[in-house]
DNA sequence: TTTTGAGTTGTTCGA
DNA sequence: GTCGAACAACTCAAA
């Protein structure tokens, strides 16, 4: 029997519009899937429960087609190093990841099997377009994301999606030895928090065209509106799945173009052009940081540098707590907390208050978010933090300070949202949701709220926030 | 090389 | 209540 080919996956947990798997099938020779927990690519503890859920899925979609799906854990040279020894694989394939970390490690990987004489192969990953195909006139990375979409549409469509391949594939003979999955403990037991996400989502590729099917349906008509609002179903909440590629950018592409042509949704062009620019956003953090590997801990805009950030943990651990008495802030940190997602209007203001209000770290409220939510994602991460904090590429200019009582009753005008996720205020009317401590005192014991006991004041001023932020910007200035 | 127009997502103030 | 201007200046990208 002729030897077999590893197909490392990553994050491409898919079987449809797979490059290197489709490579692999049309080889005709044995086929050896292979997943490596390598302590380099871990995120969070939110990202480790979708991953077992993904694992899963992935290895009974494998199956069908009658491959097994080895499990490993440690540095993935090593790792494949031994698959290698112990099946005399000759060939690897994988799709491409360009977080900083792991595209060096992928680089030496594949320079060191070539120079054993194997054969390795990479193909283009998870995003619309390679991170350096997009260039400006002078040849640069582009730092402004209306001419990076303006570049990337003038590329037409991207290439259409591969079909998942229906017929059995060949599996060895012999299989290596593959850890358990439940051995892994990225489950949590004790405490056990998981139950809300396991009622939010359905990780897997199924799950992901599910959630699309229904999106497209009934979610993007209207959508360059309703993405703004936290209580509609108005935004497809793909970004896990597209995270861990159990779809891929380009069938998303495709998809939802074609279902708006022929009529499958009812939304028009300018909606679907609308949502595709949000995964042009994704495309561009990761061409940013694939460019500048350094802004995921430093500040892309080097000024910030001066910036006076406090530290503070009692005012970080009441932010990350949902409890600073802002209630579209607290419903958005219990969100996050319990579904591992926050809506996206809500992450921006959220960042906000932790950046401005606070004057707390973007990293510090970075490594939150990686930590909590399912869609973690190192470029997506990195640079909309910055972007929020000011330092980024194309940020907001820093007299933007999102006032977290307009935001509340203009995004969230029936209270549809904060009273689901802060449910002490649910009686509250309308009026004073989204600052119960201007409620008149009979209107507050109507609703059972007494504030400082079952709902706490606000940690800060709106006004005085404000302010010293403008201050703590124009110190910065000085400095530089 | 120089010039020009533009830049995700907002808030506040005063007329 | 509504509306427009101010809030800074800078850097990018393309002509």
Known sequence: MSSPILIWFRRDLRLADNPALTHGLSKGRPMLPVFIRDPAERLGAASD????????ALATGLERI????????????????????????????????YDPPLQGRDAAIKAGMKARGLEAVSFPGNLIREPWEAKTGAGQPYSVFTPFWKALLAMGDPPPPLPASEGMALAPTTLPRSDSLSDWGL????????????????????????????????????????????????????????????????????????AIRSG?????????????RELGWRDFSHHLLFHHPDMETMNFNRRFDAFPWVQDDALFQAWAGGRTGFPIIDAGMRELWITGYMHNRVRMVVASFLV??????????????????????????????????????????????????????????????????????????????HKPWEAPRQDLAIAGVTLG???????????VGRERALAAYAEMREEG
């Open 49 to 56: 429960w979708w991953l077992h859920h993904s694992l899963a």
């Open 66 to 97: 009658g491959l097994p799906l080895i499990l490993r854990q440690g540095p993935a040279e090593t790792v494949l190093g031994d698959l290698v020894a112990e099946t005399g694989a000759s060939t690897v394939l994988w799709n491409r990841l």
């Open 187 to 258: 489950l949590p037991t004790r405490p056990d928090w998981a139950a809300g996400m396991r009622a939010a989502w359905t990780p897997g590729e199924d799950g992901a065209h599910s959630r699309l099917d229904s999106f497209l349906a009934d979610g993007l008509i209207g959508y360059r509106k309703r993405r703004d609002i936290p209580g509609d179903r108005g935004v497809s909440r793909l970004s896990p799945h597209l995270h861990f590629g159990e779809m891929s950018a380009r069938q998303l592409w495709h998809i939802t173009l074609s």
């Open 264 to 276: 499958r949704s009812p939304a028009g062009e300018a909606d679907a052009m609308g949502f595709l």
């Open 356 to 433: 401005k209000h606070l004057l707390i770290d973007w990293r510090r409220g970075e490594a939150w978010f990686r930590d909590t939510l399912v869609d973690a994602d190192r470029a997506n991460n990195v640079a909309s933090w910055q972007w929020v904090a000011g330092s980024g590429a194309d940020a907001a200019p820093y007299f933007r300070v999102f006032n977290p009582i307009i935001q509340g009753e203009k995004f969230d005008p029936d209270g549809r949202y904060v009273r689901h996720y802060v449910p002490e205020l649910a009686k509250l009317p309308d009026r004073w949701l």
């Open 453 to 463: 006991s079952t709902y706490p004041r606000p940690i800060v001023e709106h006004t």
